[in-house]
């Protein structure tokens, strides 16, 4: 089966091989065996039958230089500016890729013993029925499907003449994946999507001007010039179409200049036109020496014609791979031969539908995988894995231009892009903006000029208190639920993102901080005044609180970031927005409950009362009473002094008031921080 297109490929790898070994020996013919403590034998002619070769270790032998040499090849600016620009590919094959599925009635085989390979310099198309496995093995190859306790995956997968895991975060980084749902940020613009994938990814070589040049390229190639500044859209906001949002989704991919490309239904929603022009962006890529793998549903007769390779897959087993050329001669020979002015992809899924495994197997479909590879090269770490990618980022680069770009360009064009999408955002933003204010006029006339009302008479103390209470409240809440529920909707985009090496989870984490800081900041400024002066403020001139206005904002703001703290851990927790507003009363209630207002500290259960430690609104509400009734609890003239009861009543002493900053800012610290780690052992461990 597909026996051309099979020794082209093998004699790829063997000049690979030989390319290899050329640097090992000087002789050019040696040949090389992984010994077990990692090093390398080195077998030449005249020594394979010595009893004892000569071994080496991997840097004597210099393993990557050629890689390295290769990676460093688009150094001229118009290499740079050219999205198509000639780079050095990555072969990917594979052998006994197998899924197991555990189920009730027993195990189930989702991939079975599949086997191929991506040449570089050529498109590979993956078809087959609807559940052959197609996504399956995608997500296997990717390293974005791994074992679970219901589900067993086994493969041995090969770059090149390396053995590689896939789930190592190294090495999905430097496959681009386009997934089948378009994770955009949908207030990005398509070119803003595809400047953002090349600042962030390409070497910090590459020039603004190059940047903008090879976006415009691309848009063009896609088809996306006339919707080039038009938001991408969402649910929110109407933006470009579906079809275009998924030719940005491979453009973003694709600007990277990636050696290695994924992707699961490129052309699914596009009409005819438009899925030839992604398939021939697709081949331009391939023939600047990339490898391109992607699945494909019922594909046109042109766009089958023009792929190289095929895997046809069955029930998940492979039925066909091979040339797209010999699939007729193939098909023919196994006793099913094309109709004429028939689309030959139609014509093999038909096939593929119409006929039972065990029959299709008797016409002889579904051949093992009988070749016969060179063993491959189980790297001793990382670095070797990627230096044989031709990766250039590591610190025995000598060229800082040739590394991936700092950590401080991260954050920067994260805030960036957050601040735009802030700025964009209009109904989310303005939403949460508008309610602020309805809530402070709502709180404001209802406890109207409470705050100057008398010190003595209980009921209006009460109310007094109460209002204040409630600003606290609203401000807390009101900052911290948006958060909460954003963070797992923006989850898909970061996660693309993160695991196609745009930025670190540390970067992603200090720009939301930052535009976090700022939002919060503006909105509890329009709670507690519209806008600077005071004069036109809201609910706390309304209410007219004694404490000084600054002061008391200051208090509201290390409130609101603690509170948003917690929210962003709950948030980094949960995967999808749903399940955060189940969340919702976690967030809250505790905070309410342990906030020594409804029920003193000192009474709660003595193993409960710790809980109040983690409570951000306790110290909140501690540092709000001192600055509302304090000095009034220090006026000996005031009789009987509720001021002093009131402070009393809530365990709240003047002498602590530094400890109360300090349990406030340390909460900030301490969830964030814990939302840190927890968004990254998420991130580097599943997709
Ligand atoms: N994690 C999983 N847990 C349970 N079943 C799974 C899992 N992943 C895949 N499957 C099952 O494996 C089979 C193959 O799924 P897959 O999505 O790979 O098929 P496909 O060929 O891409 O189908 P389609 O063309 O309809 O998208 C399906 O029956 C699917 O339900």
């Given at each position: ?79 740079r500016?050219?999205p ?89 980084k430097q496959i681009a994946f386009v997934a089948?749902?378009d994770s955009l940020s949908f207030t990005a613009t398509p070119r803003e999507a595809i400047r953002f994938s090349a600042k962030l990814r390409l070497p910090r070589?590459t020039?603004d001007?190059e940047i903008e040049e090879l976006a415009d390229r691309m848009l063009?190639e896609l088809?996306l010039?006339?919707?080039a500044?038009?938001?991408i ?12 949002r998924k030719r940005t989704s491979v453009g973003v991919e694709l600007v990277t200049k990636p050696?290695?490309v994924f992707l ?17 962006v697709?081949?331009?890529i391939?023939?600047?020496?990339c ?113 991936h770009v700092?950590?401080?360009t991260e954050?920067r064009l994260l805030?960036k892009r957050?601040?735009i999408h ?70 898909p985009v970061f996660l693309r993102e993160y695991s196609t090496n745009h930025y670190g989870?540390?970067a992603y ?179």
């Amino acid at each position: 089966m597909a026996e051309d297109g099979y020794s082209k490929f093998l004699s790829y790898l063997q000049n690979a091989e030989d390319t290899t070994t050329e640097s090992y020996s000087s002789n050019g013919t040696s040949k090389h065996n992984i010994v077990e403590n990692g090093s390398v034998q080195i077998l030449s002619p005249d020594e394979e039958d010595a009893d004892a070769p000569t071994t080496y270790t991997r840097s004597e032998l210099n393993i990557s230089s050629r890689r390295k040499q290769l990676s460093r090849r688009a150094s001229t600016t118009e290499e740079r500016r050219n999205p198509f620009a000639e780079r050095e590919g990555n072969a990917l094959i594979w052998r006994n890729v197998n899924m197991t599925l555990s189920t009730k009635q027993g195990e189930k085989k989702l991939l079975n013993d599949v086997w191929g390979e991506v040449p570089p310099g050529e498109i590979t198309a993956i078809m087959g029925p609807s559940g052959a496995g197609k996504s399956s093995l995608l997500n296997v190859l990717a390293g974005r499907s791994r074992s679970t306790a219901k589900l067993n995956v086994q493969s041995e997968i090969r770059m090149n003449e390396y053995l590689v895991d896939p789930t190592n975060i190294e090495v999905r980084k430097q496959i681009a994946f386009v997934a089948q749902d378009d994770s955009l940020s949908f207030t990005a613009t398509p070119r803003e999507a595809i400047r953002f994938s090349a600042k962030l990814r390409l070497p910090r070589i590459t020039t603004d001007n190059e940047i903008e040049e090879l976006a415009d390229r691309m848009l063009a190639e896609l088809g996306l010039k006339d919707c080039a500044d038009t938001m991408i859209g969402g649910s929110l906001i109407k933006g470009i179409s579906g079809g275009e949002r998924k030719r940005t989704s491979v453009g973003v991919e694709l600007v990277t200049k990636p050696s290695l490309v994924f992707l699961d239904e490129p052309t699914s929603g596009l009409d005819s036109f438009s899925a030839m022009q992604v398939i021939k962006v697709l081949k331009k890529i391939a023939h600047a020496g990339c490898s391109v793998l992607f699945t494909i549903h019922q594909p046109s007769s042109d766009v089958f014609n023009s792929f190289d390779r095929l895997i046809l897959l069955n029930k998940g087993m492979v039925m066909y791979q091979g040339p797209v050329s010999e699939v007729p001669e193939y098909f023919a020979r196994h006793n099913h031969p094309m109709p004429p002015m028939f689309n030959p992809a139609d014509w093999i899924m038909d096939v593929a539908n119409q006929y039972s495994q065990e029959q299709l197997m008797k016409e002889g479909f579904f051949c093992k995988d009988e070749r016969n590879m060179p063993p491959a090269i189980v790297p001793s770490g990382n670095d070797e894995l990627l230096d044989s990618l031709g990766v250039s980022r590591h610190d025995d680069i000598s060229e800082d231009e040739w590394k991936h770009v700092g950590f401080e360009t991260e954050v920067r064009l994260l805030f960036k892009r957050e601040l735009i999408h802030t700025s964009r955002n209009k109904k989310g933003v303005g939403a949460r903006f508008a309610l602020t204010m309805f809530m402070s006029l709502l709180i404001g006339n209802i406890f109207f000029g409470v705050g100057g009302s008398s010190m003595t008479d209980p009921s209006e103390f009460n109310s007094h208190f109460g209002a204040m209470i409630m600003v606290l409240m609203m401000s807390m809440f009101g900052t911290a639920m948006p958060t909460l529920l954003s963070f797992p909707e923006e989850r898909p985009v970061f996660l693309r993102e993160y695991s196609t090496n745009h930025y670190g989870v540390v970067a992603y984490f200090m720009s939301r901080l930052a535009n976090e800081a700022v939002i919060t900041f503006l909105q509890i400024l329009v709670c507690l005044s519209a806008l600077l002066p005071v004069l036109l403020s809201i609910a706390y001139p309304l209410v007219d609180l004694q404490s000084n206005f600054l002061h008391f904002l200051a208090i509201e703001y290390a409130l609101a970031m603690s509170s948003t703290a917690l929210a962003v851990l709950l948030g980094c927790a949960v995967e999808d927005p749903t399940m955060a507003t189940e969340f919702l009363p976690l967030l809250f209630v505790p905070q309410l409950l342990f906030a020594g207002f409804f029920v003193r500290t000192d009474l709660i259960p003595p193993w409960l009362r710790w809980a109040q430690y983690l409570c951000a609104l306790t110290y909140g509400v501690r540092l709000a009473l001192l600055a509302e009734f304090g000095d009034c609890a220090n006026d000996d003239s005031i009789f009987p002094n509720l001021c002093a009861e009131l402070l009393d009543a809530n365990d709240v002493k003047e002498s602590e008031t530094s400890l109360y900053w300090g349990v406030l800012w340390t909460l900030f610290f301490v969830f964030r921080l814990a939302g840190l780690t927890l968004l990254r052992k998420k991130s580097t461990k599943f997709y």
